[in-house]
């Protein structure tokens, strides 16, 4: 058993606090993320002392190694699986109560489910999104990539760390073979963060140098013979002052890192830094300044709790987030103080319980192991009960009413028994197409056969499917809906059509829609043709508003932008199809669904309200309705529908969120499920042959 290194969780209490910070507000400590980077190479150091002189290293073999991996791996398991289990489980259950599913929250059940198993990095990574983007800041889940990283790590660690325990000169194979991946993946990481900087922030290959680093300390000083026997080591005024020099290194990382640059070289600073303090505190003396700051009792407190507060902080914040806001000073307090609530709780009723168990110290450390895979099994199955539940447990308005928020719309009608909605999905070589046709109805009479309907837009099109179901149940006629990659069609704005995946989205649904037309059918333009005001996180500047619609290099686009279109819909129109494009619709500075509850008032996003001024919308809508004007006087098989005229009637002041207590829109632009029902007979009449 080794001697207590107080100032090892002095460290801990400052990485983690520097998280807290950061997450807190970004602008309070903008590098404070780079905490994580001490905790990793704290990690990789103390887990090289906890298990440097276990009885198994002795024994040469597989039979000495799998003694040693199942000693190890039951040391980790009894150390984290306990409150990390407790924690996922119930931010689980705190997210299918309160938070609705929304773009804003997709993928936070994957990334929770894959946390228990310690690959929640692997989905993060996946989706593109980085952990500086304002997604991942509202998914109770994302802090668990860390977690997910040691995990792995832990996985290889003992195959690696095995060779120390051996006599003679093979023990100098484990540094070797540390030192060696640890070049290859300083390499790596210096590679991914210029090919993929998502990957390079969340994986075990681009962080594991930060872990092995660690490692190669304690055995580089266990070599020189710092941990055999007394550990006070002579003083000098240069080890202090690099001390403090390494101090000043980590600091330096909190305040200054850069997410551009990382893993490599953004964490480096903190990494040295941390490295260097584990090496020159190590038998310094209590009285030194930095020692005695570093063992203060309120820090070394801070640093017992540091892995219960890590855990519990981030789903504390990211909840506040999702209802009362995190904007004010006594919403981050009170997110603050029940953050260290709840990791007093966990570090007092179960980490030290459960590592403290004298039935779990009896056990064959196997056993041990297996039983720890076993809970992570049921907690995992518990989790996606709960997942599954969220209907029934939520309290959100959005989830309770999902009909009236959510656009998918319903695939029958108890009106037309019998009738139902079967959908389809082909694949184009870029991009795809939903479809939409009735069966299972009774024949009956149509005195007007209804027109296909082929519609081609971003996520507003889309945002029509409970409209389009609709339209096909009552009338019987197709839709066909191009998926344009997120991507804007004909929206006026060819900036947002400019990516190379927008543009090759758009021409292979082009180039399929010429081929499958004819005469009758209808072309509908669906799309977000006005600025946002604000997005499902954030209000946006007025003057950054103003900006992207009516600055010089705006109106230039424009008229470029009604130049192509006028071609386009003509190459359209020879094939006999009419065009029906969509005017503007009301836009909002806050998303409905985010501000339904009662709890939300008071959050920052809901304060701008969900109505806007009218005049004001249609001062911005007037450039999109000249050009329109503009496009149709040239053919009239061109035509314009505008739904802003009814879900925001003529003489009314200001355009509402909200139609009789219901949502017409379910964020500040899209649509809801009763704005899909409300449009229905409008556009059923803008449609219409003749």
Known sequence: MHTYLPYVDGLRALAVLSVLVYHLNPAWLPGGFSGVDVFFVISGFIVSVSVSRVNHFGQVGPLGLARFMAYFYARRIQRIFPALLVCLLATTLATAVLVPAAWLSDGIQRTGLFAFFGLSNFILAQTGKDYFSPSAEFNPFTHTWSLGVEEQFYLVFPLLFFLWGLQGGRKRWSPLLFGALLMVSVAYSAWLGSADKTAAFYMLASRFWELAAGVLLFQWMALRGNFAGAVDRPVSIRRVGAAWLSLGLVTYGLVASKASYYAFPGALPTVLGTLGLLWFLHGMGAGQWLVRLLSAGPVLWVGRISYSLYLWHWPVFVLFRWTVGMDSTSSRAAAVAIAFVLAVLSYRLVETPVRQWRG????????????????????????????????????????QQAHDWYPEGRDSSP????????????????????????????????????????????????AYIAMFKGYVLQTGGPVFIYGNAGCPFMSLRPQLEAAPACKLSSAAAVADMMQRLKLGDVVFLPSLRMPRFS?????????QVRHSMFSEEAVRGRIDAEQAAAVLLADLRKTGARIVLEAPKPVFRAPPYRCAEAYNQSNAICRPGTTMDRLLLEEYRAPVLAAFERLTARDPGVTVWDPFLALCPPGRERCEAQRDGRPLFFDADHLSGYGNAFLLPYFLAAVRPG
């Not at 997005?535 to 003057?543: G, I, R, V, Y």
């Open 535 to 543: 997005d499902q996180w954030a209000l946006f500047p007025e003057d």
């Open 360 to 399: 779990l110290r009896a056990m064959p450390r196997g056993g041990v192991v297996a039983a720890g895979l076993l809970c992570v099994g049921a907690a995992a199955g518990l989790s996606v009960v709960v997942t599954a539940a969220q209907p029934r447990l939520s309290v959100s308005t959005v989830t």
């Open 415 to 462: 009106a037309l028994p019998g009738c139902r909605v079967q959908p389809g999905n082909t694949q184009l070589p870029h991009g795809y197409y939903l479809s939409y046709a009735r069966e299972g109805c009774a024949p009956e009479p149509a005195p007007v056969k209804a027109p296909r309907i082929f519609a081609i837009g971003d996520s507003h099109a889309m």
